[in-house]
Every structure is written in structure tokens, then in C-alpha cells.
């Protein structure tokens, strides 16, 4: 089996990805393509790289014909039924009718032609907008994909699928992801060049989510907010982080806080949720609600929309 990624987004780091199907135990040899499309709607390959196998390298040389990238990513069969693969694998006997794809256009220029005898494919959404598709392609002289197989396939889906989303890049332009791994190697940078600086505060809030449990924390370090996702593929541990650079905040004299409350006031001014703000501070829930309320009185204030236009 050999797969293939059709990236949706330049950034979309497919390491990770392939890693997640390879750990699903149903192949060795890996192929990648990715594909975008730019403003004009004209897709275009911007990158590919192969296993070891034959057909892998037979694919890949195919793939890149110019007057194949034109098909990637329509494969009319799979994209009649965009809802039955969101986030869950079909194959062709899926979407096909098996008597007329045999001499279908889709199947005598593309598939047969690359040696494609089977696929199985997930579209990965963010939302409504697809961020992925991920093909797991059967290659050569051999048999479509068995129960047994697909199966193994699904197990890791959902993994899969939120591999994908977790290293989609979101559109705003002022985010900066970080990849690291779990001793802080950097392992992916979106910038075209790592900040030091940056990365001093992605190395810092990977210190802080290696102590916690949970797959996912939002922090301050100093005047950045800070998202890090744990991501874990065949036995590797890795750390998506999301860095927001904010303004320094100042609270007009509306009100007189503690500094428990200011505290607690400024990181939801940022956007931080009550359980964001409780792993942040080491506090529980309730007790973030309560010096909420208690500085929403003070202040004036009613809900965090206004509380935000406290703060300039």
C-alpha cells in the first residue's frame, strides 16, 4: 500500500500524518503528494516525496505529468460522496459502479494508467473547510483492499483525522506554529526563518503542558498567548504550538481589582476560556467563575465582550 496526502494548505505538515497511517499497521512503503490550489482555482504540485518501492516511484513519476495534475484531487467517484469519507475511510467498491468504471474516463486516464487497482480515502474537514484528503493507494499486480485491512484503516481515523487538523495552519497570518519534540527539538516552524525569541516561549509552554495530562493547554508566557496540542504517532511524542503575540493589556480605572482578579480579568480579555484560565493558574473552575463574577462587578461589566473593551 501507498499513501498519498492532497494538502489543502502549504503548511500542512504530512510527517505526522504518515506516521499515523503507517501506525495503523497496513504499510510499509509510503508515497506523498500534495496539491494546492491558488487564487486563479489551478491546481498545482508543490511537493512529493517516496518510498522505497517501485510503484511508489512509478506513482510519483506519474503524478507529476503535467497533464495529470489537472485530475489530482477530482477523482469524480470519490468527490460524488463527499459526506460518506468525511473523517472515515471508503474505498472504490464504495463510490463505484462496478460495471461501468472499468471503461470510465476517470479509470482509463488516471487510475490504470498510474497502476492504481484500489483505494481508500478520508476527506479531513476543519468545520466546512476540507483541509485534507487522505488515499491510501493499492499499487501493481494485486488484490483491492480486504475487510481485514480497511478495518485497521478505520481504527486510526480519528487519529488521523485530527493529526491533520492539528498541523492545519488557521488563516490568520499572525499565528506562529511551532512543532517541537517532547525533549524541545524544533521540529517545524511556519515563519521562514525560527525567532529565537519565539521559540524561547514555545520551548516554555511545552515545559509547562509536559506536567499536565491533558492533550491540550492555553497559557500566557509574558505578553504571548499560547496554545500547545500533544501529538502522538507511532510511539512519538510531538508538540503543536500556536503563538498569538498580544498587546500588553492595561485596565482603565473602571474598578479596583485584587491582582487575582486582574489576573484572571486579562486572560479572558484575551479570549482564554474559563478551563484555559483554571489550567493557566492552577486554580479549579469555580474559582475562576467566582473571581470572574467578582471583577465583572466591579468593573461594571456584564459579559467578556464588554469586559474586552475595558482593556486597550
Not at 501507498?2 to 508515497?31: K, R
Amino acid at each position: 500500500m501507498n499513501l498519498s496526502v492532497e494538502l489543502h494548505a502549504s503548511t500542512l505538515d504530512v510527517e505526522p500524518i504518515l506516521a499515523a497511517v503507517a501506525d495503523a499497521g497496513v504499510t510499509e512503503d509510503v508515497a506523498v503528494c500534495g496539491v494546492c490550489a491558488d487564487d486563479a482555482d489551478r491546481i498545482r504540485l508543490y511537493g512529493f516525496g517516496a518510498g522505497p518501492s517501485d510503484s511508489a516511484r512509478r506513482f510519483l513519476r506519474f503524478a507529476t505529468r503535467p497533464t495529470q495534475r489537472a485530475l489530482w484531487g477530482t477523482y469524480a467517484p470519490f468527490e460524488r460522496t463527499p459526506e460518506a469519507q468525511r473523517d472515515r475511510f471508503c474505498t472504490l467498491k464504495d463510490v463505484v459502479d462496478p460495471v461501468s468504471w472499468p471503461s470510465s474516463p476517470m479509470f482509463q486516464q488516471l487510475y490504470r494508467p498510474a497502476g492504481v487497482v484500489d483505494e481508500a480515502r478520508m476527506i479531513v474537514c476543519a468545520g466546512e473547510v476540507i483541509v485534507a484528503r487522505v488515499a491510501a493507494l493499492r499499487l501493481g499486480n494485486t488484490s483491492p483492499f480486504d475487510e481485514g485491512e480497511l478495518r485497521r484503516l478505520r481504527r486510526r481515523q480519528t487519529h488521523i483525522a485530527e493529526v491533520a487538523r492539528a498541523t492545519y495552519n488557521l488563516p490568520s497570518a499572525a499565528d506562529t506554529q511551532v512543532v517541537l519534540g517532547a525533549n524541545g527539538d524544533l521540529l517545524h516552524w511556519s515563519e521562514p526563518e525560527p525567532d529565537d525569541d519565539l521559540l524561547g516561549v514555545a520551548r516554555e509552554a511545552v515545559a509547562r503542558h509536559r506536567e499536565r495530562a491533558d492533550g491540550r493547554l492555553a497559557t500566557m508566557v509574558g505578553s504571548h498567548r499560547v496554545r500547545t496540542r500533544r501529538l502522538h504517532s507511532a510511539g512519538h511524542t510531538s508538540y503543536l504550538v500556536q503563538i498569538d503575540p498580544c498587546q500588553p493589556l492595561r485596565l482603565h480605572p473602571l474598578g479596583r481589582l485584587t491582582a487575582r482578579q486582574q489576573q484572571v480579568a486579562e486572560l479572558a480579555a484575551v479570549g482564554l476560556s474559563t478551563r484555559e484560565i483554571a489550567e493557566t493558574l492552577d486554580r479549579s473552575a469555580h474559582t475562576v467563575q467566582t473571581l470572574l463574577k467578582h471583577a465583572y462587578a466591579r468593573l461594571g461589566v456584564v459579559n467578556r465582550v464588554e469586559l474586552a473593551q475595558l482593556f486597550e
